[in-house]
């Protein structure tokens, strides 16, 4: 570093000078000023990271810069030396590519292991070397270069001196350049992230160099055609090297670098095309032809637009396949969601594998009263050391996403996925508030319906021990008066009537409470149901356990029998019926079967099914035609 940077403040020194004593070029030496902005960024990763190898690279690039400038300037003074210099400067220019080629080397973390990139670093300055001397002791047969070289090289050889030397800087310059890709291919995500810093940055100069090159062919600017290029090596290349080591995360490099080479590769194509179109048009219809030239205008526009799209997908695969193939996996799974093949529930699992975590969390906000509660509606206790991301719809947050990595690239890869797969987010919340709302509804019925049970209950103990009771008292008390007067007298008779009728009403009261709920129940569900069978004048086949289901349950299930009985014996001409009850997995199942004419509809029985559906039960019939009726229940919360 204090190397480079002492090379780069005589450099300075000696350019300023120069420009002060009429010998340089003024504006120049201002551009050459940009060398500060190389050396001050490795300056700055030797600061924030000592250890990195990119800051002496980058201080030597500037070096080289410089230090080639002022050696090209040293020549054209009157200074002591200058014909030596002017005669080395003028095969100079190899030099500034050396600190370019040993930054492709050793960025980000220094030379790759093996004796041969160690050899390939030391050959890059030899090779600029070589180049150098090859191009002074071939000056004497150019009629560039003001200065003349002492040596004379007989004149067959130059040429291929030439050629030779400038075979070992491109072989040198490839194989810097095949660091990268072996660097690329073997290395970790965060090495690929900074080289692709490296690759755009790389990119952007290459293209600056063709545009300068096109500009001077079409003698549309002179030496400042080169300007573009010049800032690229000394301001975008240093710029996007600092922030790979530094912040290597700070922009979606991938997804830039992508879109870079797609547009890139379109305007080539499209260039092209036009080109050919162009030259073929112009050879049927004539070069001066408007029609042709639209013709080939139009045909061009139409395939860019696909072109693109195209070329976007393939360099995307390619340089930024993570985010490729992350949305391709979420807007499959949508698709799936659309097409019911998949629960939208699943979205958690889907956006830990696209994006890689799995410690991500998904949390949706409650539709009822804004806690958080994860997929399946269970409130949770947010940690404090997760990342929070949160997801909103316009001005309502409608969830949470709970991430371990806190890196900005992470947390952009998070929000794409999110914004991707808003959809199953947004349903699997409406379902969970709508599963909500539809539990409140049950749990609200079965309160309703446990509260009738026990009404119901609480009226049959009632008409028992109340009205019952009183009722038979009077008549005892009505004998007791009867049994005091002489035979004969004419009240017996209207006392008769009156004790015939509190009996006649006894019975009424009786048979009202056993029809609000069955005695019979009080000894058990099989015991109830058994004791149908007497009252029936066909056989009736009970398989029944000894099962002890909660009340409403056991209620609900002896009027399904006793009314499937009494359709089968007022509809059906059975001559059987089978009555099967069992427990399946905390559901009590009843079946009542018949063989009598079937043909019963199966939306009837409307009674008994409002009375299956107000206890969260299921009743179905099965009626052919000449084979029987076939009514089953299931119903929930057995014991």
């Known amino acids: 570093m204090l190397g480079a940077t002492a090379v780069c403040v005589v450099s300075w020194a000696a350019l300023v000078v120069a420009a002060a004593t009429d010998a340089g070029n003024a504006l120049a030496t201002v551009a050459d000023l940009l060398g500060l902005v190389p050396l001050g960024l490795a300056w700055l990763i030797a600061v924030r990271v000592p250890t990195s190898p990119v800051g002496p690279a980058l201080a030597w690039l500037a070096a080289c810069l410089v230090g080639t400038r002022a050696v090209e300037t040293w020549g054209d003074t009157t200074w002591w030396g200058s014909d030596v210099v002017a005669v080395i400067g003028a095969g100079a220019w190899p030099w500034q590519l050396v600190g370019f080629l040993i930054l492709l080397l050793v960025f980000p973390t220094g030379l790759l292991p093996g004796r041969r990139w160690r050899v390939l670093c030391w050959l890059v300055p030899a090779s600029a070397a070589l180049m150098n001397v090859a191009f002074v002791l071939s ?12 040596i004379a090289v007989p004149e067959p050889l130059w040429m291929p001196l030439m050629f030779a030397a400038l075979g070992v800087v491109l072989a040198v310059t490839v194989g810097c350049l095949a660091s990268v890709v072996v660097r690329y291919r073997h290395g970790d995500e965060r090495t690929r992230q900074q080289l692709r810093w490296l690759i755009l940055a790389a ?10 090159w096109v500009v001077t062919s079409l003698g549309w600017m002179g030496d400042g055609a080169y300007a573009g290029f010049l800032l690229g090596i000394v301001v975008l290349v240093p710029a996007a090297v600092t922030i790979a080591i530094l912040r290597h995360d700070l922009f979606e490099i991938d997804r830039v670098l ?6 890139a590769l379109t305007t080539a194509v499209a260039a092209l095309l036009t080109a050919g179109l162009v030259m073929a048009t112009g050879y049927l219809v004539g070069r001066d032809s408007v029609v042709g030239l639209s013709a080939s205008v139009f045909l061009v526009a139409l395939v860019v637009l696909p072109l693109h799209r195209w070329f976007h ?7 930024d396949r993570d985010r490729v193939v992350l949305l391709e996996r979420i807007r499959r799974f949508v698709d799936q969601v659309r097409e019911g093949s998949a629960e939208p529930e699943a979205v958690e699992q889907v956006l830990r594998d696209a994006v890689g975590d799995p410690a991500l969390s998904l949390l949706l906000t409650s539709v009822d009263d804004g806690r958080y509660v994860d997929l399946s509606g269970e409130p949770v206790h947010l940690p404090q050391d997760a990342v929070r991301v949160p997801l909103r719809t316009t001005d309502t947050e409608i969830g949470l996403l709970l991430v371990r990595d806190p890196s900005a690239r992470h947390l952009r890869r998070v929000q794409l996925a999110v914004s991707a797969a808003r959809l199953p987010i947004e349903v699997s919340r409406l379902r969970l508030g709508l599963h909500r709302a539809l539990q409140e509804v049950d749990d609200s019925r079965n309160r309703i319906v446990a509260a009738t049970v026990a ?13 019952q009771q009183q009722l038979l008292a009077i008549g005892m008390q009505l004998r007791a008066a009867q049994r005091q007067l002489p035979p004969g007298h004419p009240v017996l008779g209207e006392l008769d009537q009156a004790v015939e009728g509190l009996e006649q009403t006894v019975r009424e009261l009786r ?6 709920r069955p005695a019979s129940l009080d000894d058990g569900l099989a015991a109830a149901l058994r004791r149908l069978a007497p009252d029936c004048p066909i056989p009736i086949h009970f398989t029944v356990p000894e099962v002890m289901p909660p009340e409403i349950v056991a209620t609900t299930a002896y009027f399904v029998v006793a009314e499937a009985i009494a359709n089968a014996l007022k509809h059906a001409q059975a001559t059987r019926i089978d009555v099967i009850v069992r427990e399946v997995d905390q559901h009590l199942h009843v079946s009542v079967t018949d063989d009598g004419v079937g043909g019963a509809p199966s939306h009837g029985l409307v009674t008994l099914r ?4 107000s206890v969260g039960g299921r009743l179905t019939i099965s009626s052919p035609p000449r084979s029987g009726t076939a009514i089953e229940v299931v119903l929930p919360c057995a014991s």
């Open 139 to 150: 000056m004497n047969y150019d009629d560039v270069p003001a200065a003349h070289s002492p």
């Open 203 to 212: 990119g952007a100069v290459v293209v600056l160099m063709v545009a300068s």
């Open 610 to 613: 409002d009375r299956v559906n």
């Open 455 to 467: 009404e119901r209950h609480r009226l049959e103990r009632d008409l028992h021990d109340g009205a």
């Open 313 to 319: 997908n393939a360099v995307g695969r390619v340089i």
């Open 511 to 516: 048979r009202l409470a056993h029809g609000v």
């Open 258 to 263: 992508s879109d870079s080479v797609a547009w």
